[in-house]
């Protein structure tokens, strides 16, 4: 593997799934594969899991890691070509990929959309552009559109806790107070219909994803008919599509609670993090039986681990 962008990168997904189930099994079997081989971890937006994640996997591997903020710790970037670089701007996107893939074997990115214009995030502009000029194997740490390593955790997360071959799992949208991006549910999206799944995604009237990413799925507006007799109940807030980046108006009652659960299948309740509390879930449903998001940010480790295995196997 050169590149862990999207699920289109992954030639099968369940057979991931379970090469990352097998690593958690046995973390430390594949030491060989890392020495003297560097990843190199690039952070244009803030993270707490994606960052610690990665780099314990990579360490399970036998990797050495070094990590840039570079939106704090470096120089300020320039992302357009043909331009006069005489504002704030100080080293351009072409230079400074190109001399991080000198340094690293493997580079991570996490570059999130600016949520004005869509077809420039949509492009994922900034993200390909640093493909294009790193020259090494690049896994996305969370794009414009996209949370890939996200979406894996979160199929291996569903692989190993199901209690029936083929789960219902529901997406439903939470309410928040500042536009999110849409790139964990689209993600999650396009995961869950390539996955042995029943998926269905429940959102107010106005936050309907690009159709891009949801093929396969059952649509609705309505949260509790949603909820009948669902496995896992994936619960994310997102701003809208179209008018892009808004946060249109919502009159009913978007956030779950354990009376919301009662005609599910015993659901069990997953977010990625980090989440509002009593904003996006409530209390009762974080800290009662039905949450499994500390255990989903747990396979963080072995979902990147299985990547980053794949990518080193592929140098
Ligand atoms: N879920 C996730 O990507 O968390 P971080 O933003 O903390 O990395």
Redesign the pocket.
């Known amino acids: 593997m050169k590149l862990f962008s999207s699920v289109n990168d992954v030639t099968d997904i369940n057979a991931l799934a379970v090469e990352a189930l097998k690593l958690k099994a046995d973390p430390y079997a594949f030491q060989h594969l890392g020495k003297n081989k560097t990843l190199v971890l690039v952070f244009l937006?803030?993270?707490?899991?994606?960052?610690?994640?990665t780099q314990k996997a990579a360490m399970n591997l036998g990797m050495d890691v070094m990590v840039l903020n570079i939106d704090k710790e470096g120089w300020a970037l320039e992302l357009r070509d043909n331009v006069v670089m005489n504002g704030t701007t100080v080293e351009h996107i072409r230079e400074a990929a190109g001399v991080m893939g000198q340094y690293a074997d493997i580079i991570g990115l996490?570059s999130f959309p600016g949520l004005k214009d869509r077809d420039e995030d949509y492009s994922e502009m900034v993200f390909n552009k640093f493909v294009q000029f790193c020259g090494k194997p690049v896994v996305s740490?969370?794009s414009a559109t996209r949370?890939p390593?996200?979406s894996l955790a979160d199929l291996v997360t569903i692989t190993e806790l199901k209690t029936r071959p083929r789960p219902k799992v529901v997406l439903t949208w939470a309410p928040h107070v500042k536009a999110l991006p849409q790139a964990?549910p689209n993600s999650f999206a396009e995961w869950m219909c390539k996955a042995d799944v029943d998926f269905t995604i429940a959102h107010p009237k106005g936050y309907e994803l690009s159709g891009e990413f949801t093929q396969g799925a059952t649509i609705t507006h309505n949260q509790q008919a949603a909820l009948a007799d669902a496995d896992f109940v994936y619960v994310k807030n997102w701003s809208a599509y179209e008018p892009y980046g808004q946060m249109p108006a919502v009159t009913e009652n978007w956030l779950l609670t354990n009376d919301s659960l009662k005609n599910t299948n015993n659901a069990k309740v997953m977010h990625?993090?980090?989440v509002r509390r009593n904003l996006e879930l409530s209390d009762e449903i974080l800290d009662g039986p039905h949450s499994v998001v500390v255990h989903e940010?747990g396979n963080?480790v072995w979902a990147a681990q299985a990547v980053l295995k794949q990518m080193l196997e592929s140098l």
């Open positions: 937006n803030p993270s707490l899991r994606t960052r610690l994640s996490r740490l969370e949370h390593l996200q964990v990625c993090l980090p940010a963080r």
